[in-house]
């Protein structure tokens, strides 16, 4: 057998494990994915995922040793050595679990590997201040936009707007994202936008498997600071996947989804922005290329037969029950354990925040929810 069949058939092997345990399987998923790490050893996150089957199985040596081939190839791997020390605690190692979470506690504060130059960090600084127009003292102001439904009430707000933006708005305004901004690429503001940053930082400097994606992108400022996060990097192979359906909310569903009823955003016409757009907007950095992958449709229907393998960021940004909750049923589960879901409208959107709490509850998913600001959320899977 060849080298590329061997990789195929321990990538299927994988998955099928990882299929399995999430059923609760263990025990049949254990041989699988040993099987796995002998036809790929190399597979990002095969000895990792292994290893966290022994553990549960209480196999306890096994899963040392699945861990120690892990780390020897993601030394970097904070994660790695937290589960180890976990597991030498369990066994009694106390110093073997000292000398482990020394080592993750090391890890995670060490400064950043190749790419986290000055210069690159400049960089990621000065898009930063681009994509909110912060360069320019947030002087685009807020979009101006009559709501076709309710033209009177909207004439008000716009009439204030135009108050607010005769005056400039203040500037933490667009630093925490508070405005639909007339010219600037992201409506998410600066704070989230440090976070997407730390995330990103986060999983390549732990060598977490997988890609980055944005569901719901509007004029595409997230997607594009993920992509360049990964230039500044250096980081060749891992793809931004740019999903939404490019024109716009979808109306809500209250029979489906009663809590999305009276948050209809489907008329404004300037959350419709078409894929072409934010290709361009895109290009403007010189950031289109192979390793950006464009999933054009209503989350429904594209992201359950989006060829994505594992992801490392989530990243969910559909403000309704039914965007937020698409999201998470069909891309939580390729998550990498060590990977960040981030929910960009938790504290702002209740119909969101009720689709993330009813999946967490439902798939009992226990780790600690993280305030980035007064909007955004995220947790790192475990
Ligand atoms: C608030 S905007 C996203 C803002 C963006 N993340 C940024 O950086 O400025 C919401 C986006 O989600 C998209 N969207 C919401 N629900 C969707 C669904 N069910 N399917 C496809 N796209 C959806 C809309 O088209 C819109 O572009």
Same mark, same amino acid.
């Given at each position: 057998?060849?080298?590329?069949?061997?990789?195929?058939?321990?990538?299927?092997?994988?998955?099928?494990?990882?299929?399995?345990?999430?059923?609760?399987?263990?025990?049949?998923?254990?041989?699988?994915?040993?099987?796995? !790490?002998?036809?790929?050893?190399? #597979?990002?996150?095969?000895?990792?995922? =292994?290893?966290?089957?022994?553990?549960? *199985?209480?196999?306890?040596?096994?899963?040392?040793?699945?861990?120690?081939?892990?780390?020897?190839?993601?030394?970097?791997?904070?994660?790695?050595?937290?589960? =180890?020390?976990?597991?030498?605690?369990?066994?009694?190692?106390?110093?073997?679990?000292?000398?482990?979470?020394?080592?993750?506690?090391?890890?995670?504060?060490?400064?950043?590997?190749?790419?986290?130059?000055?210069? !690159?960090?400049? $960089?990621?600084?000065?898009?930063?201040?681009?994509?909110?127009?912060?360069?320019?003292?947030?002087?685009?102001?807020?979009?101006?936009?009559?709501?076709?439904?309710?033209?009177?009430?909207?004439?008000?707000?716009?009439?204030?707007?135009?108050?607010?933006?005769?005056?400039?708005?203040?500037?933490?305004?667009?630093?925490?994202?508070?405005?639909?901004?007339?010219?600037?690429?992201?409506?998410?503001?600066?704070?989230?936008?440090?976070?997407?940053?730390?995330?990103?930082?986060?999983?390549?400097?732990?060598?977490?498997?997988?890609? *980055?994606?944005?569901?719901?992108?509007?004029?595409?400022?997230?997607?594009?600071?993920?992509?360049?996060? *990964?230039?500044?990097?250096?980081? !060749?192979?891992?793809?931004?996947?740019?999903? &939404?359906?490019?024109?716009?909310?979808?109306?809500?569903?209250?029979?489906? $989804?009663?809590?999305?009823?009276?948050?209809?955003?489907?008329?404004?016409?300037?959350?419709?922005?078409?894929?072409?757009?934010?290709?361009?907007?895109?290009?403007?950095?010189?950031?289109?290329?192979?390793?950006?992958?464009?999933?054009?449709?209503?989350?429904?229907?594209?992201?359950?037969?989006?060829?994505? &393998?594992?992801?490392?960021?989530?990243?969910?940004?559909?403000? #309704?029950?039914?965007?937020?909750?698409?999201? *998470?049923?069909?891309?939580?589960?390729?998550?990498?354990?060590?990977?960040?879901?981030?929910?960009? &409208?938790?504290?702002?959107?209740?119909?969101?925040?009720?689709?993330?709490?009813?999946?967490?509850? !439902?798939?009992?998913?226990?780790?600690?929810?993280?305030?980035?600001?007064?909007?955004?959320?995220?947790?790192?899977?475990?």
């Amino acid at each position: 057998m060849n080298h590329n069949t061997d990789v195929e058939l321990g990538a299927a092997q994988l998955h099928r494990a990882r299929e399995l345990a999430s059923q609760g399987q263990w025990g049949e998923a254990q041989p699988l994915c040993e099987a796995a !790490a002998r036809s790929a050893p190399d #597979l990002p996150g095969v000895f990792e995922f =292994l290893g966290d089957l022994q553990f549960r *199985l209480e196999l306890w040596e096994p899963a040392a040793r699945s861990y120690l081939a892990a780390i020897a190839r993601a030394p970097h791997n904070a994660v790695l050595f937290r589960k =180890l020390g976990d597991l030498q605690r369990l066994c009694h190692d106390h110093e073997g679990a000292a000398e482990s979470y020394r080592r993750e506690a090391e890890l995670a504060h060490a400064p950043l590997p190749a790419g986290g130059t000055d210069a !690159a960090a400049s $960089y990621l600084e000065l898009m930063k201040d681009c994509l909110t127009f912060l360069l320019w003292r947030a002087s685009d102001g807020p979009l101006l936009e009559l709501n076709a439904r309710r033209p009177l009430v909207s004439f008000a707000r716009m009439l204030r707007k135009i108050g607010l933006w005769r005056r400039t708005p203040p500037i933490s305004v667009r630093e925490f994202g508070m405005d639909w901004p007339a010219q600037a690429l992201t409506m998410i503001g600066k704070k989230r936008l440090d976070n997407i940053q730390t995330c990103v930082e986060r999983v390549l400097q732990d060598q977490i498997p997988g890609d *980055l994606i944005e569901a719901g992108v509007w004029r595409g400022g997230a997607t594009i600071f993920m992509r360049a996060i *990964l230039r500044a990097y250096g980081d !060749a192979k891992r793809k931004v996947w740019v999903a &939404d359906s490019f024109r716009g909310l979808p109306r809500p569903d209250s029979d489906k $989804y009663p809590v999305d009823r009276g948050y209809d955003l489907s008329m404004w016409r300037s959350l419709a922005v078409s894929a072409e757009e934010v290709r361009e907007n895109f290009r403007r950095f010189d950031l289109l290329d192979h390793q950006v992958v464009f999933l054009e449709g209503w989350f429904a229907d594209t992201l359950p037969v989006a060829p994505i &393998d594992h992801l490392a960021v989530l990243r969910l940004d559909g403000d #309704l029950y039914e965007s937020t909750m698409d999201g *998470l049923v069909h891309l939580y589960s390729k998550l990498s354990p060590g990977g960040f879901a981030i929910v960009d &409208d938790y504290y702002s959107a209740p119909p969101c925040r009720q689709a993330v709490d009813d999946f967490r509850r !439902a798939n009992a998913i226990q780790e600690d929810i993280v305030r980035i600001d007064w909007s955004g959320a995220f947790w790192r899977k475990q």
